[in-house]
């Protein structure tokens, strides 16, 4: 059972989540929150699979609430996905760069919601890693060029390919394709970059990869 917890200011945009939710036989809301403080604290209690986040809210916005949530280690197997009005938003970056798995567009498809709460749950991929991808190099682009970093230099060449491919957007199964190797061993790859470079998960895993240089805004189609 997949256990969700909702925070958005706007009561009827919970009622109308925790409907589709609770349609779901894989899937329960533990709690409901109207800010970010509120939300931090049901956290700390229900310790969802899952928060779906509305960037925007009275008292601590979903921003910061993101980054308490990412910065306790007692919370390590929570993800958040970031609901958002716009797809390319600074605030939705800052909050990806800050530890949310990725986001998802409040009028986007209810299944396609659906999938992107499965997949952050499951651990295997971004939501719309496309987009997410779109999102990262569009505000990557307006930084300056990164330093090189020492921080790439743990890695082995073969975890910064496959980082690299993670950054385009690739599942584990497209990276073995890819790469003509097991689906086990690319996820093996994927989580000792994550490890070696500190990235909490996949999502963070994309910002390090442009924040290091690795891969630059314009080189993935």
Same mark, same amino acid.
């Given at each position: 059972? &997949?256990?969700?917890?909702?925070?958005?200011?706007?009561?009827?945009?919970?009622?109308?989540?925790? #409907?589709?939710?609770?349609?779901?036989?894989?899937?329960?809301?533990?709690?409901?929150?109207? !800010?970010?403080?509120?939300?931090?604290?049901?956290?700390?209690?229900?310790?969802?699979?899952?928060?779906?986040?509305?960037?925007?809210?009275?008292?601590?916005?979903?921003?910061?609430?993101?980054?308490?949530?990412?910065?306790? !280690?007692?919370? #390590?197997?929570?993800?958040?996905?970031?609901?958002?009005?716009?797809?390319? !938003?600074?605030?939705?970056?800052?909050?990806?760069?800050?530890?949310?798995? *990725?986001?998802?567009?409040?009028?986007?498809?209810?299944?396609?919601?659906?999938? *992107?709460?499965?997949?952050?749950?499951?651990?295997?991929?971004?939501?719309?890693?496309?987009?997410?991808?779109?999102? &990262?190099?569009?505000?990557?682009?307006? $930084?300056?060029?990164?330093?090189?970093?020492?921080?790439?230099?743990?890695? $082995?060449?073969?975890?910064?390919?496959?980082?690299?491919?993670?950054?385009?957007?690739?599942?584990?199964?497209? &990276?073995?394709?890819?790469?003509?190797?097991?689906?086990? $061993?690319?996820? $093996?790859?994927?989580?000792?970059?994550?490890?070696?470079?500190?990235?909490?998960?996949? #999502?963070?895993?994309?910002?390090?990869?442009?924040?290091?240089?690795?891969?630059?805004?314009?080189?993935?189609?």
């Amino acid at each position: 059972m &997949i256990r969700v917890l909702l925070a958005d200011d706007q009561a009827l945009v919970r009622a109308g989540f925790r #409907a589709l939710l609770e349609s779901q036989p894989d899937m329960e809301v533990v709690g409901e929150a109207g !800010d970010g403080a509120h939300a931090l604290e049901l956290v700390a209690v229900r310790r969802p699979d899952v928060v779906l986040m509305d960037i925007r809210m009275p008292a601590l916005d979903g921003l910061e609430a993101t980054r308490r949530i990412a910065a306790d !280690d007692r919370l #390590a197997a929570v993800r958040v996905v970031i609901l958002t009005t716009f797809e390319l !938003d600074e605030y939705v970056y800052e909050a990806v760069r800050a530890g949310a798995s *990725g986001f998802l567009v409040k009028d986007t498809d209810p299944g396609e919601l659906l999938r *992107g709460v499965r997949v952050v749950a499951g651990g295997d991929a971004l939501p719309s890693p496309g987009v997410t991808r779109r999102l &990262i190099a569009e505000f990557a682009a307006r $930084t300056k060029s990164p330093p090189p970093s020492g921080a790439l230099d743990a890695l $082995t060449p073969r975890e910064r390919e496959v980082m690299a491919l993670a950054a385009e957007g690739l599942s584990n199964d497209e &990276i073995a394709r890819r790469l003509v190797v097991s689906t086990a $061993t690319a996820r $093996t790859h994927v989580s000792r970059a994550m490890v070696k470079l500190g990235a909490r998960d996949r #999502a963070q895993l994309v910002v390090r990869a442009y924040e290091t240089g690795l891969v630059r805004p314009g080189w993935l189609g």
